[in-house]
């Protein structure tokens, strides 16, 4: 028998991606995502929706549909049977077809019917905590994802969700918001001179709180998903002709090295 889903209390993620909202109503806005398999903290109940905390300690309101309750001293856990999708289309002992994002958990009677999953003990090789490595997921994994406001994944991501998910992925865990990742780290210094995996910060913002994030590539190169591009785009920061470019240069805030 399921257990009830009551707060405080702690629940699993059951759907592909849960949206996390400001406020318990579908029509307000879409703060973040957790993703399939993924553990949430249940803070405070409101009829059908809970607010949550994340493992990140980000905070926001998820419906009851996209949750099952923690089973009762699961391992979830055993690392050798977990396995972490890298975009894949599974079937369940049901029948019913489950289309998972990157970074979701599958559960262990799925089976992967296209795509690709891992196992957990496998990530660390695969996505070692290294400047290479890490440009190399940044310019692949999210190639051709479009900008969406509080997304986390290759199917619609800001730019903050961009880079925690990448930086996940390797290890490296990094607070949500762009704001709060340019406070981790050590200076990384003048824009030009970033070292590939630095972070490069910008803002439009009066108060000058970091409002978008990038990666650097190196040789003045960055990636990122951006809102001007409408979605993901590598950028050349020598193009003086790329009006969207001068921007960019002229919103820079700061860059922070965190490996």
């Known amino acids: 028998m399921t257990s009830p889903l009551a707060a405080p209390g702690h629940a699993l993620v059951r759907t592909p991606i849960a949206p996390m909202y400001a406020e318990p109503d579908v029509a307000s806005a879409q703060l973040s995502q957790r993703v399939a398999g993924h553990e949430v903290e249940l803070l405070e109940a409101n009829d059908d929706w809970f607010r949550a905390r994340g493992s990140d300690h980000y905070e ?53 019917k296209s795509g690709e999953a891992i196992k957990l003990t496998d990530m660390p090789d695969r996505f070692p905590a290294t400047a290479n490595a890490i440009t190399r997921s940044a310019r692949e994994l999210f190639e051709g994802a479009p900008y969406l406001w509080g997304g986390i994944t290759p199917w619609g991501a800001d730019c903050s969700g961009f880079v925690q998910t990448i930086y996940g992925l390797h290890g490296v865990h990094l607070p949500r918001d762009a704001w709060q990742q340019s406070e981790v780290g050590t200076d990384a210094g003048k824009l030009e001179r970033l070292e590939p995996a630095d972070l490069a910060f910008f803002t439009d913002r009066v108060d000058r709180r970091a409002s978008h994030i990038a990666i650097a590539l190196g040789e003045n190169r960055l990636v990122h998903l951006a809102l001007g591009r409408g979605g993901y785009a590598t950028e050349n920061l020598r193009n003086e002709k790329d009006a969207y470019v001068a921007k960019l240069r002229g919103r820079f805030l700061c860059a922070r090295r965190v490996l």
């Open 60 to 112: 926001g309101w998820i419906h009851r549909g996209f949750l099952v309750a923690t089973p009762p001293n699961t391992a979830r856990g055993s690392a050798h049977i977990v396995r972490i999708s890298l975009g894949c289309v599974t079937r369940t002992p049901s029948g019913d077809r489950r289309a998972m994002p990157l970074g979701a958990m599958l559960s262990p009677e799925e089976a992967v």
